[in-house]
């Protein structure tokens, strides 16, 4: 059973930028007790490549070897593979950074002789001495298509080439419906000791709906013993980064927290705001769910920790109180 | 017919670094009369990318790219892909630089898409600059293998990880029977207006006699109305590069040019050497070949040009010998 002390395990759902920032936070505190199931349902392969852009922004989050300006990609980054590949070929629409490309190179190869994506992260993390457990959210292909006013549009080219312009009408995650969880994903959600269920602050409709499209995710995080908590996307209506707000217009969502836990729903247990959204409270109390409002804004790595840090409390907190 | 100045086509035969100097300077006197037939053998797969050392050789000198210390890979190219596949893979013994590797991602998404390695070539070389006309001696696999005494080596493994060290007991070229030469080489090695076939100072067991391998070049050479000349790849004994002379004293062969005439045989009408090689012209001449001596040592751009224009000329003279 869980202590108060909760040393059970912690499992976070994580899309990429924002949501990685958490992640590392958490990693700060707990990686060794850390789960992260990562999107892979923007995946795609191009250039013959398998490439995971949010697997891969976790691992070099985790590893301290992301870009910490872009938040996507490496740091010291260089781009002379590019800059050939502009010279004798068209697709270069999708920016792949030198160093980047071996993870891309290596993975495709490693999958081509039946590595699955779990262990090939699972080597990627060690070889890059993360210890918490990055793991995709399933070893079968999910691929989140984007159905737009001018087509469907796979993830990337929606996201990418069209630099997410065309209108969002509805998306879907072609293959979810057969997709089997990870083993490490079904192992966390289903330990009857975890501690925590962190839906970290990604894109809801692009980067943890497909985790919450695979079959048991939900029925797991309802049958789960952890508190789940959301962390908002949004600081009064606006996101950090990328295109959540337009989606939300696009999708007539009214752009703010409020809407975010309504969209997860029954789903959640706590539900974490920005110190600048009070207003929400009283509403998403109402819809009968925990509430945090602190600074979600999370610009230096004390940040990541001390939102991780009152994540945990959080949940701790639920956890103390339901078994009051 | 030919007239005597000789602007039919010309056909070399070529491998990796010595011969591409060559064709650089025959592309600097006649690229628009010229087709270079490349060298295949040493093509294999590596992170599962099509890579064509050979061709990207010819490619890059021919484009003015090459790296003009190293023969082979690009000039100013970096090398961040390798260091962070080394963070993360095994496979690091194949150096593939930044630039560089985007050849090979683009041909192996070309290959896969069904595209021939000729269609790729004629891609790449349009898109570099390139007028004269380089064409794989196949668009068939043919794999260069070492017989040594470590075992049978596939050609890079021989020539890259094990650094030539192992002792050649012989070499074949495996796929060369059923292997159909490409239409680009098919094509100017029938032309009945060919103006010289020149086999470059490429090594011959390793890069040119793959060519030579293939069904209906033997023939072809015998049968074509124009001079066959050769240059030797040896200066008083000596490589300027490569395990030529390692391999002849292997091969139980005088590493000598004397050996590599007779090693071509009745295929040449000319042979060329250099001029501290004079003892040789005698016994040359013997065997009934044409000769010429001259400087072969190609260190500038003007030695290159001035070695192609003397091959050019000694055809020339060849072809109206054998008018008068």
Not at 23 to 29: E, P, S, T, V, W
Not at 97 to 102: H, N
Not at 202 to 215: A, E, G, K, Q, R
């Given at each position: 059973?869980?202590?108060?002390?909760?040393?059970?395990?912690?499992?976070?759902?994580?899309?990429?930028?924002?949501?990685?920032?958490?992640?590392?936070?958490?990693?700060?505190?707990?990686?060794?007790l850390?789960?992260?199931?990562?999107n892979?349902?923007?995946?795609?392969?191009?250039?013959?490549?398998?490439?995971?852009?949010?697997?891969?922004?976790?691992?070099?989050?985790?590893?301290?070897?992301?870009?910490?300006?872009?938040?996507?990609?490496r740091?010291?980054?260089?781009?002379?593979?590019?800059?050939?590949?502009?010279?004798?070929?068209?697709?270069?629409?999708?920016?792949l950074?030198?160093?980047?490309?071996?993870?891309h190179?290596?993975?495709?190869?490693?999958?081509?002789?039946?590595?699955?994506?779990?262990?090939?992260?699972?080597?990627?993390?060690?070889k890059?001495?993360?210890?918490?457990?990055?793991?995709?959210?399933?070893?079968?292909?999910?691929?989140?298509?984007?159905?737009?006013?001018?087509?469907i549009?796979?993830?990337?080219?929606?996201?990418?080439?069209?630099?997410?312009?065309?209108?969002?009408?509805?998306?879907?995650?072609?293959?979810?419906?057969?997709?089997?969880?990870?083993?490490?994903?079904?192992?966390?959600?289903?330990?009857?000791?975890?501690?925590?269920?962190?839906?970290?602050?990604?894109?809801?409709?692009?980067?943890?709906?497909?985790?919450?499209?695979?079959?048991?995710v939900?029925?797991?995080?309802?049958?789960?013993?952890?508190?789940?908590?959301?962390?908002?996307?949004?600081?009064?209506?606006?996101?950090?980064?990328?295109?959540?707000?337009?989606?939300?217009?696009?999708?007539?969502?009214?752009?703010?927290?409020?809407?975010?836990?309504?969209?997860?729903?029954?789903?959640?247990?706590?539900?974490?705001?920005?110190?600048?959204?009070?207003?929400?409270?009283?509403?998403?109390?109402a819809?009968?769910?925990?509430?945090?409002?602190?600074?979600?804004?999370?610009?230096?790595?004390?940040?990541?920790?001390?939102?991780?840090?009152?994540v945990?409390?959080?949940?701790?907190?639920?956890?103390?109180?339901?078994?009051?």
């Open positions: 059973m869980m202590g108060r002390n909760g040393k059970g395990r912690i499992l976070a759902l994580c899309g990429g930028v924002g949501g990685a920032k958490l992640a590392l936070g958490l990693a700060q505190i707990a990686s060794e850390l789960t992260v199931a990562v892979t349902g923007d995946d795609f392969t191009h250039l013959g490549l398998h490439i995971s852009p949010d697997l891969d922004t976790v691992l070099y989050t985790l590893a301290g070897l992301a870009d910490p300006l872009k938040g996507w990609g740091a010291k980054e260089t781009w002379n593979f590019m800059a050939a590949l502009k010279q004798v070929g068209d697709e270069d629409w999708f920016q950074g030198d160093m980047d490309l071996a993870l190179v290596e993975r495709t190869r490693r999958l081509s002789s039946g590595e699955t994506l779990s262990a090939i992260t699972r080597i990627f993390s060690k890059l001495g993360i210890i918490a457990d990055i793991v995709p959210m399933s070893d079968d292909p999910v691929r989140t298509q984007v159905v737009t006013d001018k087509g549009l796979p993830f990337q080219h929606y996201f990418v080439r069209e630099r997410c312009s065309p209108q969002v009408k509805s998306i879907v995650f072609a293959g979810a419906e057969k997709a089997a969880l990870s083993e490490g994903f079904s192992a966390a959600l289903n330990d009857p000791d975890l501690a925590a269920i962190i839906i970290c602050p990604s894109n809801p409709y692009l980067s943890i709906d497909p985790l919450l499209s695979l079959s048991g939900k029925e797991g995080l309802a049958g789960s013993p952890a508190p789940v908590i959301a962390v908002s996307p949004l600081i009064h209506g606006q996101a950090i980064k990328g295109p959540t707000v337009k989606i939300m217009a696009e999708l007539e969502v009214s752009p703010n927290a409020l809407s975010i836990a309504r969209h997860y729903g029954d789903l959640l247990d706590g539900f974490v705001v920005d110190d600048k959204d009070e207003d929400v409270l009283a509403p998403l109390n819809m009968g769910l925990e509430t945090r409002a602190v600074s979600i804004h999370m610009q230096s790595l004390d940040d990541r920790i001390a939102l991780a840090s009152c945990l409390d959080f949940a701790n907190d639920i956890r103390i109180s339901r078994n009051a």
